[in-house]
């Protein structure tokens, strides 16, 4: 497994799709938080997902989710897919993407890089814990986040 890159770069700039599910079901939503790194002698990715996005059900109930990074020339889909919800679009048949299934979740066929995660921790994260204004700015009114740590059993290219 081989996976060059400068890790602030690739979420916060580039961007990335967080897909959960399989063939019969599954929904995607554009992430720019997350990390790369080691726990449990894994290695891993980390993203945050809000409790009330549609893909944090999925999130739940797989075993299996993917991180993937696209070309600049999808950022204007990946705005869409980070703007709109799969409760009001359909986001299986109609992304602008092409649905890539692998044995044990879902990517696109357009991505350059896809990590192929096992969920391995799910955890809240209490807003009580966070500075001040970090709280004020990212939970006053809005729905906590998830973070999610899925060990890398794959990096497809
Ligand atoms: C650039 C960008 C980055 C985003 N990053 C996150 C994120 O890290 N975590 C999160 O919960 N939502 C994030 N969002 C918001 C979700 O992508 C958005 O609410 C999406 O519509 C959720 O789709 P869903 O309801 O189909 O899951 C981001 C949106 C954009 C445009």
Redesign the pocket.
């Known amino acids: 497994m081989d996976f060059q890159t400068n890790i602030f770069q690739q979420?916060g700039e580039k961007?990335a799709l967080?897909t959960a599910g399989d063939k019969e079901d599954f929904?995607?939503?554009?992430?720019?938080?997350?990390g790369l790194g080691t726990i449990w002698n894994k290695p891993v990715a980390t993203?945050?997902?809000?409790t009330?996005?549609?893909?944090?059900e999925?999130m739940d109930k797989s075993e299996y989710f993917t991180v993937s990074f696209y070309p600049s020339e999808y950022k204007k889909i990946?705005?869409v897919?980070?703007?709109?919800?799969?409760?009001e679009?359909d986001?299986k048949n109609n992304s602008g993407l092409t649905p890539r299934f692998l044995a044990d979740s879902v990517t696109f066929e357009e991505a350059e890089v896809t990590l192929l995660c096992r969920k391995l921790f799910r955890q809240r994260i209490d807003p009580e814990n966070i500075p001040s204004d970090i709280q004020a700015t990212f939970y006053e009114g809005d729905a906590p986040?998830d973070m999610y740590i899925g060990e890398v059993v794959e990096i497809i290219q």
């Open positions: 979420f961007w967080v929904n995607t939503m554009t992430v720019s938080w997350g993203v945050y997902v809000r009330v996005r549609y893909t944090h999925f990946l705005g897919l980070g703007a709109r919800s799969g409760r679009m986001k986040h």
